[in-house]
């Protein structure tokens, strides 16, 4: 018969292992950060060679092993977040001596990219709504300061640019420099999730075409009209941050249960894992807890989806 591990075994372990997933992710932001910096401000770059007190100084050669390390950070860095979900699970597997925490870490991989790849779609969404509110602010500026609409409108779009990407906004561009239909060429640029706002500027852009209103006033409406929708967005994100608090800590609870009973000298783990019983405990706790999380999950976004509907509307 096998000797069993001693009780501390697993927890280091866990801990090993859980410091290691750590340390590759700070290993990547930081590798993330660098390469910003370099496209932003043009340091580093190839050659080893850097010039910050008015001669070249080559740089020393970086040790085998911290080459290997650039090489494995470099593989990783195609990799989402959500494979952090692994190393974890690897970790309860070794402490429970289970199979059934790794085959949960990777169900769980898909189900968390996706949640994360829906964040990401809203921050780029926040940050085209951004850019059209400083898109209305630039161009109402160069419109005041004797612009030409066309001239004006090209100047607001390449102060945007960065956020407002994509063959449409060329198409803006190209429309107002050669005299093309400027308004159609903003409504495709506003089928962009968050970009929605262009939609105004080429009704403002329209009436004051065959109108012969003050493009820089319907501008100014807009974009009183984008800051108010924005200002109440945020009031309610605000609001509701208490609400997803509750929900975060309401999910954590089992988790809390599990960790005090392991630190009352029990061995939560092996019930849940290796009992008939604990099996169907954690299955159906699992259930509850995952209805659960999505059910209060779906009151609180269709609270705010709620409030985006009535902001628009006003």
């Known amino acids: 018969m096998a000797t069993p591990?001693?009780?501390?075994m697993p927890l280091g372990v866990f801990c090993a292992v859980l410091c290691a997933a750590l340390a590759v992710w700070e290993r990547l932001e930081r590798g993330r950060a660098s390469r910003r910096a370099e496209l932003l401000f043009g340091v580093g770059g190839g050659g080893g060679r850097t010039f910050g007190t008015g001669r070249a100084v080559r740089r020393k050669a970086a040790p085998p092993w911290r080459r290997a390390a650039k090489a494995i950070r470099g593989g990783l860095t195609g990799l989402g977040r959500e494979w952090l979900c692994l190393p974890v699970a690897a970790a309860l597997a070794l402490w429970g001596e289970s199979v059934l925490p790794l085959v949960a870490g990777a169900a769980a991989v898909p189900l968390v990219g996706r949640r994360l790849r829906a964040a990401e779609t809203r921050r780029a969404a926040e940050r085209r709504a951004g850019a059209v509110r400083v898109?209305?602010?630039?161009?109402?500026?160069?419109?005041r300061a004797g612009a030409q609409p066309a001239e004006g409108l090209t100047a607001a779009v390449?102060?945007?640019?960065?956020?407002?990407?994509?063959?449409?906004?060329?198409?803006?561009?190209a429309a107002a420099r050669f005299g093309g239909d400027v308004p159609e060429a903003l409504r495709k640029a506003a089928r962009q999730r968050g970009a929605?706002?262009?939609?105004?500027?080429?009704?403002?852009?329209?009436?004051?075409?065959d109108g012969g209103a003050g493009l820089a006033a319907g501008l100014d409406r807009l974009r009183a009209a984008l800051r108010a929708q924005q200002d109440q967005r945020d009031s309610m994100r605000a609001q509701l941050t208490g609400a997803w608090s509750t929900v975060v800590v309401l999910a954590l609870l089992p988790v809390v249960g599990l960790a005090m009973g392991w630190a009352m000298g029990a061995d939560p783990m092996s019930v849940l894992l290796h009992t008939p019983a604990g099996l169907g405990c954690l299955v159906v706790g699992g259930l509850l807890e995952a209805m659960g999380f999505w059910w209060a999950g779906r009151i609180v976004r269709g609270g705010s989806v709620g409030a985006n509907a009535g902001g628009g509307a006003s």
Not at 196 to 209: K, Y
Request: charged share 15%; net charge negative.
């Open 135 to 143: 898109l209305c602010d630039v161009l109402v500026g160069e419109l």
């Open 5 to 8: 591990f001693p009780a501390a």
């Open 158 to 173: 390449r102060a945007v640019g960065h956020d407002l990407s994509g063959a449409e906004l060329a198409l803006v561009v």
């Open 196 to 209: 929605e706002g262009l939609v105004g500027v080429a009704a403002c852009w329209r009436v004051a075409v």
